[in-house]
C-alpha cells in the first residue's frame, strides 16, 4: 500500500547519487592526493568521512533494484538496459580507479546489479513452478544463489559476491518492509557499518516513483567517473591506480 507522504523512488535514487558522488570524489581525487604524498592529517579525516558517507549509495540502489524489479513491465529490458551502461560504464570506472583504458581485474557496479537482477529473476522463475517437489526447488534456489554470487566473486565486480547476498535478502524479505530493513542492516553491519544509514530514507519509501528521469540516474554514472578522472587528469595525479 502507497504512503501520502515519505520518499519517493527519485528521491531515494538522488541520495544514492549524491552520497555516491560524495565517495567517489574522495576515492579518486583525494585518494589519488593522498597516495601522492600530498595529504594532511585533517585531508586523511575527510577522506574518510566521505568515504563513510559514500557507504549510503549501494544498499539504495540495492532496494530500488528490487523494487523495479517486482514493478518493471518487462524485467528482460530492465536486465539489457543494466547490461548496456555496464559496458558503457566500464572504460570510466577503469579510468577513474585504475588509471587505465580497459583492465578486467575489477568491473563496476552496474555489473553486480546486474547479476543481482539475473540471480532473483532465476529464484522467481524457480518459485513459480509449485508442481515441482519441494526438495528439487530448494536445491535449485541454492545452486542459483550461489551460482549468482560466486559470479560476482570470479569477475571481481564492485561489492562482488556479498553485493549479490544483499539484494537477494532484500528480494527475499520485500513483502514485509521492517523485515526487510532489519535483514538489511544485519546483512551490512558485519562488513561496512555505515552503509546501514540508508535504510533511514529507505524505511519512509512510499512506494511512488516521483520524477521519470530514470536515464538521467544511469548516465550520471559513467558521465561523473569520466569528469573525475579529467579532474585527475588536469591535477597531474590520473597515473595513480587507487584499486
Given at each position: 500500500m502507497m504512503r501520502t507522504h515519505g520518499v519517493s523512488g527519485s528521491t531515494l535514487k538522488l541520495i544514492?547519487?549524491?552520497?555516491?558522488?560524495?565517495?567517489?570524489?574522495?576515492?579518486?581525487?583525494?585518494?589519488?592526493?593522498?597516495?601522492?604524498?600530498?595529504?594532511?592529517?585533517?585531508?586523511?579525516?575527510?577522506?574518510?568521512?566521505?568515504?563513510?558517507?559514500?557507504?549510503?549509495?549501494?544498499?539504495?540502489?540495492?532496494?530500488?533494484?528490487v523494487e523495479g524489479f517486482d514493478h518493471t513491465r518487462n524485467r528482460r529490458k530492465y536486465a539489457l538496459r543494466l547490461f548496456l551502461f555496464a559496458l558503457v560504464s566500464e572504460v570510466p570506472f577503469d579510468?577513474?580507479?585504475g588509471s587505465t583504458f580497459l583492465e578486467f581485474g575489477y568491473q563496476n557496479v552496474f555489473f553486480t546489479l546486474l547479476i543481482g537482477l539475473l540471480t532473483i529473476m532465476a529464484f522467481d522463475a524457480v518459485y513459480e513452478k509449485q508442481e515441482w517437489h519441494m526438495a528439487v526447488r530448494a536445491v535449485l534456489l541454492a545452486v542459483i544463489a550461489v551460482g549468482g554470487m560466486g559470479l560476482a566473486y570470479l569477475m571481481h565486480t564492485d561489492y562482488d559476491a556479498k553485493g549479490v547476498m544483499v539484494i537477494l535478502i532484500l528480494y527475499l524479505t520485500r513483502k514485509i518492509r521492517g523485515l526487510q530493513i532489519l535483514a538489511g542492516c544485519l546483512a551490512f553491519c558485519w562488513w561496512e557499518l555505515?552503509?546501514?544509514?540508508?535504510?533511514?530514507?529507505?524505511?519512509?519509501?512510499?512506494?511512488?516513483?516521483?520524477?521519470?528521469?530514470?536515464?538521467?540516474?544511469?548516465?550520471?554514472?559513467p558521465v561523473h567517473l569520466l569528469i573525475l578522472y579529467l579532474i585527475c587528469l588536469c591535477m597531474g595525479t590520473a597515473g595513480v591506480a587507487v584499486v
Open positions: 544514492a547519487v549524491v552520497t555516491m558522488l560524495i565517495d567517489h570524489v574522495a576515492a579518486t581525487v583525494i585518494a589519488r592526493m593522498l597516495f601522492t604524498g600530498q595529504g594532511t592529517q585533517m585531508l586523511w579525516r575527510i577522506y574518510f568521512g566521505m568515504r563513510d558517507i559514500g557507504r549510503i549509495a549501494f544498499p539504495i540502489y540495492c532496494f530500488l533494484l579510468l577513474a580507479f555505515p552503509a546501514i544509514v540508508a535504510f533511514i530514507p529507505i524505511a519512509f519509501y512510499n512506494g511512488k516513483r516521483g520524477l521519470n528521469i530514470k536515464y538521467f540516474f544511469y548516465a550520471f554514472y
